[in-house]
């Protein structure tokens, strides 16, 4: 599969989740069961987009920005709603960046001395975006969530470190198939373990944390053919706000006409 056929099934996938996310007494688990296989593959898909991008800067620049316009249109749908059941915790994007961001810092080729002081720059944005996002989410939740867009912390991310540190794993190990598989299972036996501990139950392997079911992405990063495909990257790049945006809002009016 090219890189645009695998991002039409993992955008497909997101869109399944949220609208049971959004709507779970109208749409089944299962389709929050497939969609754990977007933030993979979309995350696939950003690898190699930073391996083959002619400009890695503009790359990242493109997904810190979407970071930004995700924030921003979030609180301002929010302000309207300020009584919502479901607020947006979303911002996948912020995600996006620092995997990309760490991933260049790994491997970016520079003096050592440039190079530390590039990671010790890194590490100080975190630790001032972390004490901050902390400051205010005791103030404000959503006005948390809107620095986080504009200062993405590896902590307070979707998925915190642990989907920056799979983001980090598919590009380390992208180039060797079987390592790549090892790796994927792992790290799924990883999200496994922890429904597991709170106990082994159909309830909780199924209903509460089935993040694990991501492993079903493997096949369909295991057939990328190593081609773009068509890029229609904009189109990407907006759906995914607009249509948690749409959902946010169509969720909210059914709530305030019940």
Same mark, same amino acid.
């Given at each position: 599969?090219? !890189?645009? $056929?695998?991002?039409?099934?993992?955008?497909? +996938?997101?869109?399944?989740?949220? #609208?049971?996310?959004? =709507? /779970? %007494?109208?749409?089944?688990?299962?389709?929050?069961?497939?969609?754990?296989?977007?933030?993979?593959?979309?995350?696939?898909?950003?690898v190699q987009g930073l391996i083959h991008t002619r400009s890695r800067k503009?790359?990242? !620049?493109? $997904?810190?920005?979407?970071?930004?316009?995700? +924030?921003?249109?979030?609180?301002? #749908?929010?302000?309207? =709603? /300020? %009584?919502?059941?479901?607020?947006?915790?979303?911002?996948?994007?912020?995600?996006?960046?620092?995997?990309?961001?760490?991933?260049?810092?790994?491997?970016?080729?520079?003096?050592?001395?440039?190079?530390?002081?590039?990671?010790?720059?890194?590490?100080?944005?975190?630790?001032?975006?972390?004490?901050?996002?902390?400051?205010?989410?005791?103030?404000?939740?959503?006005?948390?969530?809107?620095?986080?867009?504009?200062?993405?912390?590896?902590?307070?991310?979707?998925?915190?470190?642990?989907?920056?540190?799979?983001?980090?794993?598919?590009?380390?190990?992208?180039?060797?198939?079987?390592?790549?598989?090892?790796?994927?299972?792992?790290?799924?036996?990883?999200?496994?373990?922890?429904?597991?501990?709170?106990?082994?139950?159909?309830?909780?392997?199924?209903?509460?944390?089935?993040?694990?079911?991501?492993?079903?992405?493997?096949?369909?990063?295991?057939?990328?053919?190593?081609?773009?495909?068509?890029?229609?990257?904009?189109?990407?790049?907006?759906?995914?706000?607009?249509?948690?945006?749409?959902?946010?809002?169509?969720?909210?009016?059914?709530?305030?006409?019940?």
């Amino acid at each position: 599969m090219t !890189v645009f $056929i695998l991002k039409i099934i993992a955008l497909v +996938a997101m869109l399944m989740d949220n #609208l049971e996310g959004s =709507f /779970p %007494d109208t749409f089944p688990v299962v389709f929050g069961w497939i969609g754990r296989i977007s933030i993979p593959v979309f995350m696939f898909c950003i690898v190699q987009g930073l391996i083959h991008t002619r400009s890695r800067k503009k790359y990242l !620049v493109r $997904i810190y920005i979407g970071s930004v316009v995700m +924030a921003v249109g979030s609180c301002i #749908l929010q302000a309207f =709603f /300020p %009584d919502a059941k479901f607020q947006i915790a979303d911002n996948i994007f912020a995600t996006f960046f620092l995997m990309g961001v760490l991933i260049t810092l790994a491997t970016v080729r520079l003096t050592r001395y440039k190079k530390v002081a590039l990671w010790i720059g890194f590490f100080l944005i975190q630790i001032i975006s972390f004490l901050l996002i902390t400051k205010i989410r005791i103030i404000s939740n959503s006005y948390a969530y809107l620095v986080s867009g504009f200062i993405p912390n590896i902590v307070t991310a979707q998925g915190s470190a642990l989907f920056v540190l799979q983001g980090i794993l598919i590009y380390a190990f992208s180039n060797d198939h079987v390592k790549f598989t090892v790796m994927y299972i792992l790290f799924c036996l990883l999200m496994f373990v922890n429904p597991c501990l709170s106990g082994f139950t159909v309830q909780n392997l199924f209903y509460g944390n089935y993040q694990w079911i991501m492993i079903i992405a493997l096949p369909l990063m295991l057939s990328y053919n190593g081609k773009r495909g068509k890029s229609l990257k904009y189109f990407f790049y907006a759906f995914y706000p607009l249509h948690i945006w749409i959902l946010f809002v169509i969720a909210n009016i059914i709530q305030i006409k019940k």
